[in-house]
């Protein structure tokens, strides 16, 4: 016979996704707050998000090289990764650092374990949460938007005031406004100082909604995670809509806890992981050293993923009380 | 008519092209010149005793296998003609069977002449269990016989019927065209399964998105004063499957490892019931089938009736031949039919479907690592953890694979449709379900 035709088990078609469209949907997600990243802190914030993505895509490809395993940039994780990990940091963070970030995202925490799909860490977080305890005062030291990222141009961020015992109203003093009533909605549209994509959460959202919309994520662990921020907020007294807007937590929330490979499966589990990087998150603004936690709530709660993805919803067949 | 609704969720709701077909009426194709019965269309057992041999001159409808063992079904021949050669095929499922191969020729007996109906409403439900015996009828999908289905053990009774016309693979509109053309008789083979099982309710389950056929059924069964409630269901993948079918409309599950007359329940297929109105009112064998004929490799697709031991060959004459050279040829649906490399493979009782697919549709891409994305434990109808399962399996840990529900996989392929990483997820159940099977469910 001339044509022999494809020979394979069921099913035969396939929905229209891959991975490749998945990390896309993420990246273009991404876009609207690093471009505003770069509206705010200007040229070296470029240069900070350009170097993480090359760095992290250039060792991702070496490594996979060193180790005789299959190229894998195509994926387009990497790009995703060293997205996230630039707008997770101050804009003032030395190139350098960040490739060193980058070594630690995509070989520490990605590549040593087997590479994408393996990895029980957040990458970007692991790169992010190293680099903060190596270089504390580089990755704690902020700048003002829409001035030259000298020292003379450094600030507090609105958390770290009231860390620090400062007011409503000094926070307002910090971004510029005249009263303390201003302060929600300029922390929700983003004018502050920060890191360079957690500031505005009016952007965040356009990308959340479009990973929502383009079904890429599921709303279980952002919205668990912000209730409970919001939640433990106004029990320990602090103020919750002030908690949500200011910080990493609504940026941490729609894109690094919903980073599949390192959050759990069932929507049980997933509330579960969301509470609970909530409760921590809140636990160490209140009570840690940091005035902010969304790092090091999402990776405990990495860690306690894999127990969580046994919180599977109840299989057919097994009622209470049937049969068996 | 009160219509009940029930949409719940079931598995995925993949792209359907059941536009391709839906408007194009049933036409019968033409009497293929030489037939190749396979003597195994039964889902399990010996193929059927081949009662002919090479040189005997067959007639249309009669009997030319005689069901081997209780599990077996009759095998007619579909046209009248000669036996020319007794031969081995291999079946779309990819079993082999020994099939008779018959060369047209002589009078017909049924094509073409009218045909008197059977009283059969007088018959106690022994006859008419025999009658549907005698005429070789197997589920239209599933290939159970059909007489053995309906035999209830005297200690269970039948609550509730479900006539399901689901039809919830994508592409196949054959079952909603017989809906349309055919909604009369449907009732009143319901009407003689009812008779047989005497349940308690009787639901007919049509998709919501089929009106016309939901309309038609609705009057048929008015006309014929059968007291049989009409539910819509919505057009999820698998809906049609029994499992999901029973939770959808009543609520109760099928226990683990049970079957749907522990519920109470008997679901039927709406081509089934067809096969069993033609069976015991016209007394006639199950010698053609109505199936879709699709993918984007044929010219005319279309809904055709096809006498059983058709070559796929002529079905693709019949349909205008190729605009392209097929990728892939599946019979069945694309979820679960079976790809075959053969164009001289015969249509049989439970083919549903003909697709002819192009390599856009079929979408092949490379496999890469598991995202663990959650899509295949979100789309998984029986609630099971595919991926997880298919690690197990992957590590030769069947025994902790099945205990952990792999005997309850239904081998739907909704986890595989929706992986974006393209892992063969229910090709490896698949695999694991039979080797731990094989190894007596645990080790």
Redesign the interface.
Known sequence: ?A?????????????????R??MLNVILALLPAAAYGVYLFGVPAAVLILTSVASCVILELLFRRLTGARDNYR?LSAVVTGLLLALVLPPSTPPWMVVLGALASIVVAKEFFG????NPFNPALIGRAILLMSFPAAITTWHRPFEALTDAATTATPLNIIKLGGTMADVAAGMGLSSPSQVYLGLFLGNRAGCIGESSILLILVGAAYLVITGTIGLSVPLSLLASTAGLSALLGMDPLFGLLSGGVVFGAFFMATD????????AGKIVFGVGAGVILVLIRRFGGFPEGVTYGILVMNAFTPFL?DL????????KG??? | MSVRQSFSRVGILPRDLKDLTRGQALWNASVPVVSVVPLLQHREGDPAACLVAPGDVVREGMIIGRAAGPEGAHVHSPVPGTVRELREVFLPDGRRSPAVVIELGGEFDRLGKSVRKYPWENHSQKDLLGIIADKGVVGMESAVPTHLKYTIPKNRRVDLFILNCSECEPYLTANHRLMLEKAPQIVEGARIVAKILDPRRILIAVDKSRKDALDALGQAAKAAEFGAEIATVGSWFPQGDEKQMIRTLTGLEVPSGGEALDVGAVVSNVGTVFAVYEAVALLKPVIEKALTVAGGAIRNPGNLKVRIGTPLTDLVEECGGFVEMPEKIVIGGPMTGSAIFDLSTPVTKNTTGVLFLTSREIRNSRRTNCLRCGRCVEACPMGLDPTNLFKLIDHGAYGEAFGQGLKDCRECGCCAYVCPARIPLVQGLRVGKAVSLERGGAA
């Open positions: 016979m044509k022999s035709y494809l020979l394979s088990s069921s099913p035969h078609v396939f929905e229209n996704i891959d991975v469209r998945l994926d590479g994408l799909g393996h599949y490979v390192t959050t759990p499966l069932p929507t993805n599977i919803s109840r299989k057919y067949g097994f009622v049937g049969a068996k």
